[in-house]
Structure formats: C-alpha cells, structure tokens
C-alpha cells in the first residue's frame, strides 16, 4: 500500500501570499488530519477531516483552511501569509477515528520570506 | 492544546545503552501512543497502549503505562544509531483529536 503523499515537498512563499498544500491518505483510509510543526510550538492540530466533512479544528485564525474530497484526498490553504507561518505542514491519515493510529506524509516545509 | 508533556527534553547516550523516556499527560485516557520522528520525516507510529493495559512490548521497544499517576514511558533496549530520532506522546482527546507532548530529542552516539 502507498502510504501518505504530501505535495509539494518544499514551498517558498513571500508575505501576503496564499498558498495551498495537498494531501492524498492511504487507500481506504477516510479520516485526514493536519498539523503544523515549528521547533518554539511543537505540534499543533490544524484539523480533521471525515468524509469530507471537518470534525474538528484546532486554534488557528481563519486564513487557515481546509477541505477534504470525496476521494478522501484533501488540501489546506492558508491566505495572507505571515512571516510566522514558516512551519512543517504535515498530513496523518487514518482508517476512521482520528485517535486511532495515524500514518504521516513526510509532510511540506513552507518558507515564508 | 499540548497534554502530555515528555521527560527529559533531550537524552544523548552511547550506542549499546538503554534509552528511556518519560510522559506525563493531565486527563483520562482511552489509549496512549508513542510515535518516532526523523530529522525532516513524519512521523512514525510505534505503540498505542489502551488506558486497561500497564506495559506493551514490540521488539527493542517497552512501553509501560500508569494511568493513577498519569504518566506513560517508552524505553528502548540495546540502542542503535538508527533510533537517532524525536520521540513524541500523544493521548486520545475529544472531538477525534490526539494531543501530543513536545517531545524528546534522543542522540544515540557511536
């Protein structure tokens, strides 16, 4: 099975851009989270995403976005880019619940100049 | 919002040593799990231990759970460079969401 692809790998944005991240889940897998890891905060939870439809969301201002489609593939766009968005965007996948164990893409290093 | 919160922040040990790391989380649990992180990868799902269970065992790796003192440790057996790694807890929350500690950076020396 192909586990979870995120495109593109490397991002380099310029303040006030936007910019949208994909995600495609290991086959069968229906549940899509997000997360973003800087090295000061850790990782913090985006969202996720069931069905195409958002469960939950995580404390992140509006110009972070998502949405998942029927294929389960989903994509994250952030507007308005900030300086402090520079992160690693990582992608988990799994079969249903998001509290189950979840497959990680090698996730998408966005630079924000 | 962070939980768990690991112990020590960074462990740097010889090849060959045992490597243990410690997780403390704040709520009750269903289950726990530990996952490894390679510089600039994702992270790799290890163990989940269920909140009935007290240790969990798969290859080098031991995991053993305390939910009356909240905490949860992983220790690593006969270290290699390869284990090289940040290693994170993270407990089942509400809402669908796992919440994840900060991690330990661990540094397996030749």
């Known amino acids: 099975k192909a586990g979870v692809t995120q495109t593109p790998r490397y991002l380099i944005k310029t303040r006030g851009q936007q910019v949208t991240l994909s995600c495609s889940p290991i086959?069968?897998?229906?549940?899509v989270s997000w997360y973003q890891q800087t090295p000061g905060q850790g990782l913090q939870f985006l969202f996720e995403?069931?069905?195409?439809?958002?469960?939950n969301k995580g404390n992140f201002p509006g110009r972070f976005s998502g949405r998942q489609f029927s294929n389960s593939r989903s994509e994250m766009n952030v507007s308005t880019l900030e300086l402090g968005d520079s992160a690693l965007y990582l992608c988990?996948?799994?079969?249903?619940?998001?509290?189950?164990?979840?497959?990680f893409g090698d996730g998408t290093r966005l630079s924000i100049l | 919002s962070q939980q768990g919160e690991e112990d020590p922040q960074a462990l740097s040990i010889q090849e060959g040593e045992n490597a243990t790391m410690n997780c403390s989380y704040k709520?009750?649990?269903?289950?726990l799990q530990w996952y490894r992180q390679n510089s600039g990868r994702g992270l790799v799902h290890l163990i989940l231990?269920?909140?009935n269970e007290r240790e969990k065992h798969s290859g080098r790796l031991r995991v053993t759970l305390d939910t009356s003192k909240k905490s949860s440790s992983l220790l690593i057996t006969a270290s290699r460079a390869a284990d090289t790694a940040s290693y994170f807890c993270?407990?089942?929350?509400?809402?669908?969401?796992?919440?994840w500690g900060a991690g330990t950076k661990l540094i397996i020396k030749p």
């Open positions: 993270a407990t089942d929350g509400s809402n669908y969401q796992l919440i």
């Open positions: 709520t009750s649990i269903n289950n």
């Open positions: 988990a996948s799994s079969p249903g619940s998001g509290n189950q164990p979840q497959h």
């Open positions: 995403y069931f069905s195409e439809t958002q469960r």
């Open positions: 086959s069968g897998h229906r549940s």
């Open positions: 231990i269920r909140s």
